[in-house]
Structure formats: structure tokens, C-alpha cells
């Protein structure tokens, strides 16, 4: 699916709005929080998982504080 969204000034700050059919797909609703996770391909959204987010952080954490060590591994 390929669709362009317009960004909105909100307050002091820029949003965009979702369409319906994008809530529906994603699961949420007016209030409900979404996950912005980086990817290779870009950007993805999905509905806020408590359990993951703190998988990520600790995740983030092992990679920043074990950088060299991951790099060794890696080659």
C-alpha cells in the first residue's frame, strides 16, 4: 500500500493524521500510543506493546554498552 499523508501543525508541534482504515489496521484508537521502530527499509508503526518496548530497551542497552564486542562477533 502506498499513500500520502500531510503533515499538520498540532500546537507548537507537526503531526500527521490517520486515517480511519490505517487505526483499524493498526489496531488503535484516539489515545492509544504506537511504536516507531527504525528498520533497514525505514520507518514502521504499530500499537504500543509494553513487553516489547522493554525488550528493545534492554536490547538497545546490550548493543550500546557491548558495541565492540558485537562488532568482533559479527566479522
Given at each position: 500500500?502506498?499513500r500520502?499523508?500531510?503533515?499538520?501543525?498540532?500546537?507548537?508541534?507537526?503531526?500527521?493524521?490517520?486515517?480511519?482504515?490505517?487505526?483499524?489496521?493498526?489496531?488503535?484508537?484516539?489515545?492509544?500510543?504506537?511504536?516507531?521502530?527504525?528498520?533497514?527499509?525505514?520507518?514502521?508503526?504499530?500499537?504500543?506493546?509494553?513487553?516489547f518496548?522493554?525488550?528493545?530497551?534492554?536490547?538497545?542497552?546490550?548493543?550500546?554498552?557491548?558495541?565492540?564486542?558485537?562488532?568482533?562477533?559479527?566479522?
Open positions: 500500500m502506498t500520502r499523508l500531510k503533515l499538520t501543525t498540532i500546537g507548537n508541534s507537526t503531526g500527521v493524521i490517520l486515517p480511519k482504515d490505517l487505526l483499524e489496521k493498526l489496531r488503535v484508537s484516539r489515545g492509544d500510543e504506537l511504536m516507531v521502530l527504525e528498520t533497514p527499509d525505514g520507518i514502521q508503526l504499530s500499537a504500543y506493546d509494553p513487553v518496548a522493554s525488550q528493545m530497551e534492554v536490547a538497545e542497552r546490550i548493543m550500546r554498552e557491548d558495541r565492540d564486542l558485537l562488532r568482533k562477533l559479527a566479522e
